[in-house]
């Protein structure tokens, strides 16, 4: 998944109609490579543990 670019997703078909994302999640954002997993699912922002308040 980590060596793809881009896949399609409800995510990126809602983006395309002007929504925005965000994906949140309270935990290490290198744990299962979430940092570049959701970027490759076309998530905008993406908040770990260390950026969420």
Do not use: C
Request: hydrophobic share 35%; aromatic share 18%.
């Amino acid at each position: 998944m980590d060596k793809k670019t881009f896949i399609p997703t409800i995510v990126s078909n809602l983006e395309n109609q002007g929504y925005d994302s965000m994906a949140i999640h309270p935990y290490n954002k290198i744990f299962y490579k979430r940092n570049i997993v959701y970027k490759t699912f076309g998530f905008n922002h993406f908040f770990d543990m260390n950026t969420m308040k």
